[in-house]
């Protein structure tokens, strides 16, 4: 069943490109409530013909967004977080990467964002793993739905 948060999904093209098809795959999300930024590339642009909202910037999908879904290499997370790092205030932040932490994205973002840091790391036997740590105060009734979320995107999910 969707949950009928609204989602703005950031991050580099090809990971991100394979964040949407999963929500959209598994209907996690509706199509209608998820918002993406033209400046993240062409290979999200196609979302559009099945329903998502393409916007003209980074910042204009946050503020249309409760969630924000950050997909991206540890090597390019500060660089997606800085257009952004003064709108978060008082959304739910998913950072989803190689190497992330709380505290890390606590230090990019500004105060009041709920912060969710997924490490995913793919296995020997080819599962993606996640392991999630959230920020101190984030609201119990929304985890089940960013962790929703987040196992659209890996094959098993730890929580700390």
Do not use: W
């Amino acid at each position: 069943m969707a949950h009928k948060i609204r989602v703005a999904c950031l991050g580099t093209s090809d990971r991100l490109s394979r964040a949407v098809d999963a929500l959209l795959h598994q209907n996690i999300i509706p199509a209608e409530n998820i918002f993406l930024s033209k400046t993240d590339g062409e290979l999200i642009e196609r979302f559009t013909a099945s329903g998502c909202k393409l916007l003209a910037d980074d910042m204009n999908a946050i503020i249309k967004g409760e969630v924000v879904l950050v997909v991206a290499p540890a090597s390019e997370m500060a660089a997606v977080l800085a257009p952004v790092c003064g709108c978060t205030a008082g959304r739910y932040l998913i950072a989803i990467s190689d190497k992330v932490s709380v505290e890390e994205i606590a230090e990019r973002v500004v105060k009041g964002t709920q912060i969710m840091a997924v490490n995913a790391v793919k296995g020997e036997d080819g599962i993606l793993r996640g392991t999630v740590q959230y920020s101190k105060g984030f609201a119990a009734y929304m985890k089940p739905p960013c962790e929703d979320i987040v196992r659209a995107l890996v094959s098993e999910l730890t929580i700390c």
